[in-house]
């Protein structure tokens, strides 16, 4: 199978020998890179509180763990491919690629299926390449190879240096900017739908600015990742930033991240989270600390 999967890249460089790599194949590499962050830290989130260690901040059994996030990560897979950028293109492949590494086909099925599906579609130009770099990459996703800076290094490898060069070019002039400014307007944007007759939000903060390390950890253990996230939208960024610097940095950034590029909150939804935040807050302060 291997083979076939080398023909495709043989057919598709030979396709795009003229052809500069643009920033279609920039923002197909971009997108992986963000793309397997995401999904390997909400995998991570969901292991939080049987794994991490009494800092909050390392593994036990590092590669048995590694293992567990991926498959715990896998379900929003399919969500993070419905959000490809359009730019890139080939919306259909990219979702059909990541339904077959949800419905955990086997990698040679999957370079059997690709195969014939390139040449269905005889790909040409840049097209080509898209198609080609894509596979690989869901391919990697599929052999739980889910480190960013992995995935992101295998899919550098199809371009030339001079290629390589602009795509780090691209990278600081596109999206470095915008990944500085993440958590600084998460730690000052001001809370939606601030009212002061929400009573369960005061006590709320309260708690979450008078609480200790530990405590903040085990409360953040019984939460959400999606709550977690909808909460900041209406908490002050006094309350963001206590969270946040109480959270493992991975989780931190990525909590950032989608503050910043989650939808809008209704406000019925923000008061039913921050509701339910303040009773599982209020759970675990009744619960004995484990020793």
């Not at 795009?16 to 793309?35: K, S």
């Amino acid at each position: 199978m291997a083979s076939l999967l080398h023909e495709i890249g043989k057919d598709a460089f030979e396709k795009t020998r003229d052809i500069e790599a643009g920033e279609r194949v920039f923002c197909l590499i971009t997108w992986f890179h963000t793309m397997a962050d995401r999904v390997w830290s909400r995998g991570a989130w969901l292991l939080l509180k049987e794994e991490l260690m009494d800092d909050g901040t390392n593994y036990k059994h590092y590669k048995h763990i590694e293992e567990k996030i991926c498959k715990e990560g896998l379900p929003f897979l399919k969500e993070e491919a419905a959000k490809a950028p359009p730019e890139i293109g080939l919306y259909q492949d990219i979702q059909w690629a990541a339904g077959l590494v949800c419905d955990d086909c086997d990698p040679e099925n999957i370079i059997e299926l690709s195969a014939a599906r390139y040449r269905e579609n005889n790909f040409q130009g840049e097209d080509a390449l898209l198609y080609y770099m894509l596979i690989l990459g869901f391919l990697k996703i599929r052999e739980e190879e889910w480190h960013s800076r992995s995935i992101e290094q295998f899919l550098l490898a199809c371009l030339s240096c001079e290629a390589e060069e602009r795509y780090h070019d691209y990278w600081e002039r596109k999206y470095a900017p915008i990944i500085a400014a993440q958590m600084e307007r998460t730690l000052h944007d001001a809370p939606v739908f601030w009212d002061e007759q929400w009573t369960f939000r005061t006590l709320l903060e309260e708690k979450i600015l008078q609480a200790e390390h530990n405590m903040i950890l085990r409360w953040l253990c019984d939460v959400e990742l999606r709550d977690c996230e909808t909460a900041l939208k209406g908490l002050s960024p006094a309350a963001r930033q206590k969270i946040l610097s109480n959270l493992p940095g991975m989780w931190a950034d990525m909590c950032a991240q989608d503050f910043v590029y989650m939808e809008p909150v209704s406000r019925d939804d923000l008061m039913e989270v921050l509701k339910k935040l303040l009773a599982i807050f209020e759970a675990v302060e009744r619960m004995p600390e484990e020793e």
